[in-house]
């Protein structure tokens, strides 16, 4: 049995989008807002510097101030994941060391990027870091974007620690989500990565999601996640299939890292643009996503109504 308590890191948990000023300097304060605003909806937790956090975009001493802030605001509220994933080890090394300092809950990392690594580089770097904290670790899966696919047997030897309490399962398959949750065994979390199939990993065993697209409509995740615990799959299926909608509409402009800032800076939480090479909502697409919060707002409040 892990020596930590699982339960927290179940449910639903928020990738984190990354806050930046009118310079496009991390703003604490407005990650602060932002983090509060999430932990009055209810999440469970938050992911920070994720894909969606924009981690590997930004230098290490911006990933520690975004971090910081948040578990300033909600540490004590909310479960707080640093991923703390870098193309190097010797950064990603500093800042887990970091996030174990400033309170956070656990860290999570993908392979290092860039390089075609080997299996057991993949598993020294991972080895690296669990080594040198005493947080718990959580692989991040995401092969689309680092190029690197797990193999179970890299998985099971990796989950044999007590300190690495599971993976988050990126990669699009859940026939691969179910299969790295036999692998580890019952006391082994398994985390839904792809938002547009939250309900299908969760009926096949996953524990829980983290997602970017939860940040502009949580409260829809989380009437899924209620209707599935209470067993009622036909409304989960239902509010899944207006979520995917809602994904499809985000995912048609050239950002949804830009379309998602958009449309919290609508809602009055001041993300900034993302970093270069993400690319920002254009003007002219300024009235789509209007049309598009309205609609996401409509279903919040139906799943609420």
């Known amino acids: 049995m892990k020596p930590y308590d699982l339960e927290r890191f179940k449910g639903i948990t928020i990738a984190m989008y990354s806050t930046y000023n009118e310079q496009g300097e991390i703003s604490k304060e407005a990650a602060r807002k932002l983090a509060r605003h999430y932990a009055s909806v209810g999440v469970k937790g938050l992911y920070v510097g994720g894909s969606s956090g924009e981690g590997m975009l930004q230098s290490v001493e911006e990933r520690k101030q975004m ?4 578990i300033a605001e909600v540490g004590k509220e909310l479960t707080i994941i640093a991923h703390i994933g870098a193309p190097s080890t ?22 290092a990027i860039y390089y075609r690594l080997s299996p057991q580089s993949v598993e020294a770097h991972w080895q690296a870091i669990v080594d040198s904290t005493s947080l718990p670790f959580i692989i991040y899966h995401i092969p689309q ?21 599971g993976v988050k399962i990126s990669a699009e398959s859940t026939f691969e989500l179910q299969q ?16 547009e199939q939250y309900l ?19 409260e829809l995740f989380l ?19 207006i979520v995917n909608e809602l994904i499809v509409e985000l995912l048609s402009f050239p950002s949804l890292y830009g379309a998602c800032k958009a449309i ?12 270069m090479p993400l690319m920002p909502v254009a003007a002219s697409d300024m009235g789509r996503i209007e049309a598009l919060n309205n609609k996401i707002l409509n279903e919040i409040n139906n799943a609420q109504g």
Not at 67 to 70: C, N
Not at 148 to 154: A, H
Not at 180 to 195: I, S
Request: proline content about 4%.
């Open 264 to 275: 919290l800076k609508l809602r009055g939480f001041a993300t900034g643009e993302p970093r």
């Open 180 to 195: 790295f949750k036999a692998a580890g065994g019952k006391d082994f979390l398994v985390l839904n990565g792809p938002d």
């Open 223 to 241: 009437k899924i996640e209620q209707c599935y615990v209470q067993g009622n799959m036909a409304e989960a299926q239902k509010w899944q299939f």
């Open 90 to 111: 010797r950064d990603s090394v500093e800042l887990a060391k970091h996030a174990e300092r400033a309170g956070a809950h656990a860290v999570s990392a993908v392979p």
């Open 200 to 218: 299908a990993g969760r009926s096949i065993g996953a524990d829980g999601g983290i997602g970017g697209t939860y940040g502009v409509m949580p």
């Open 67 to 70: 971090l910081e802030a948040v």
């Open 145 to 165: 974007t680092t190029g690197f696919q797990l193999s179970k047997s890299l998985l099971s030897k990796m989950a044999a620690q007590n300190k690495v309490i």
